[in-house]
């Protein structure tokens, strides 16, 4: 069966699952929605993407641009088995309420939305059974997703006690010129972070607090982790449950991978698409131990880490009930570093 899969806001999220989608084997990418004519939407025409106009000015502006629109709205709804919507916050609700329940199309949402704009919150390594044969689930964020791929290994393996992180957030996308430049550090005045409580939508029996700040950086976010464990165990043996768990890579500071900025280049030394970074990265040399306590520092790419989760969510709403299948197949078809991970 090939799922057919239309995509509502072509921006950083979702021009990258776009791609994804149409890398996949059991997927057909129908089309792409425009919401405004931009140089996103004339690269996905000249790469033959069916582009969808959302408005009747918006299908006039794209043709003066020389972009013919294969339709509006309703004809990619119809098209589409699902919708990944990828709209700013909080537009995803209301796309619920006006398009995807009257056209009974499912859709998956994104990680700016509030929890219950989905039946269930979803994170692939952690709960990819709940979101089995749902309509509407969403993809948690990109640091809660971040927080769960580390935090589910350690769980699983040696139960936590209580996890708490302090999230180094960037400001801004790097082509959100609007938001920035800042020259600031900004504490969140929220105790916890909604990124705790957010982490428990999907790892329910986590105990976990969040405090959070945003720096002025564009590339990453970088989380500092203290876990306590209700096992002992040592520094080797974290690094090996890191090792063996999917879509996380242990980086190694001796091979010179020293910040956020590194991380980056690996990825593009490695020939990622856009120099995406879709693992989580752990620094080796960060993991230390204080009796039962883990420290460790993990980076976000905040671009591209929930990539792979929207692949994952739309093989499962669609009635894939092998969470392991889907997860090897979608990090196969990504390019992953160890896409056969089987712990997880
Ligand atoms: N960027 C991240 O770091 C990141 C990481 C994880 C999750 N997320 C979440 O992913 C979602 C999308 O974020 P993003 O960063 O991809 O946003 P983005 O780059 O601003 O892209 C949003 C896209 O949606 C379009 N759009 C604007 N208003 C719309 C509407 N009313 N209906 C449909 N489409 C509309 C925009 O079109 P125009 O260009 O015409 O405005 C643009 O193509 C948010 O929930 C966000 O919290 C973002």
Known sequence: MTINVGIMGYGTIGKR???????????????????????????????????????????????????????????????????VDASPKPYGLANREKLYKPNKVKAVFQGGEKDDVGQVSFNAQSNYEDAVDKDYVRVVSCNTTGLSRSLQALHKAFSIEIARATLVRRAADPSNVKRGPVNAIVPAMELPSHHGPDVRTVIHDLEVFTTAMIVPTTLMHLHTLHVKLKKQAEVDEILDVFNRTTRLMVMQTSAGISSTAGILEYAKDRGSKRGDMMDLAVWDKGVGLHHNEVFFMQAVHQESIVVPENIDAIRAMMGEHDAHASIVATNRALGLHNPERFDY
């Open 17 to 83: 699952v776009a791609d994804a989608v149409i890398l996949q084997k059991d997927m057909k990418l129908a089309g792409v929605m425009a919401h405004s004519y931009n140089f996103r939407i004339r690269l996905a025409h000249e790469r033959g993407i069916p582009v969808f106009a959302q408005s009747e000015e918006t299908r006039k502006v794209l043709k003066q641009e020389g972009i013919e629109t294969s339709g509006m709205t309703d004809d990619l709804l119809r098209t589409s088995d699902i919708m």
